[in-house]
């Protein structure tokens, strides 16, 4: 089983950058995909970007491109993601899901051995 832990949320102003992280420990051999999601009250939730874990290829959301970037530290079994140009719209809860992705085309990546961490709240002030 894969644990997950997001952390680096908290308050950005309007226009700001935010870079969160998700750690996997447990079966981490089991990881396929690490996904990005986020839930604002009231809303469904929304992907943001995934990274296959077999290739290294990244699919961002379309309405994420240009403001998201993912990347991964293989030595301690992190993937961050960064936000850019942060708006109100953007506060919400993040989480970070494994072998659940956002993938190619819209789709999304389903597998086996599916894990989501707690999520991290990121609140965004104008």
């Known amino acids: 089983q894969v644990q997950l832990v997001e952390s680096g949320g908290g308050s950005v102003q309007t226009g700001g950058s935010l870079r969160l992280s998700c750690t996997a420990s447990?079966?981490?051999?089991?990881?396929?995909?690490i996904g990005w999601y986020r839930q604002a009250p009231g809303k469904t939730r929304e992907g943001i970007a995934g990274?296959?874990?077999?290739?290294?290829?990244?699919d961002y959301v379309d309405s994420m491109i240009g403001r998201a970037t993912v990347s991964r530290d293989n030595d301690t079994n992190t993937v961050y993601l960064e936000m850019s140009d942060m708006q109100p719209d953007d506060t919400a809860m993040y989480y970070c899901?494994?072998?659940?992705?956002?993938?190619?085309?819209?789709?999304?990546?389903?597998?086996?051995?599916?894990?989501w961490g707690q999520g991290t709240q990121v609140t965004v002030s104008s």
């Open positions: 899901s494994a072998n659940y992705c956002p993938g190619y085309g819209g789709m999304t990546v389903e597998l086996a051995f599916q894990s």
């Open positions: 447990g079966s981490k051999d089991s990881i396929h995909c």
């Open positions: 990274i296959d874990f077999d290739d290294g290829l990244i």
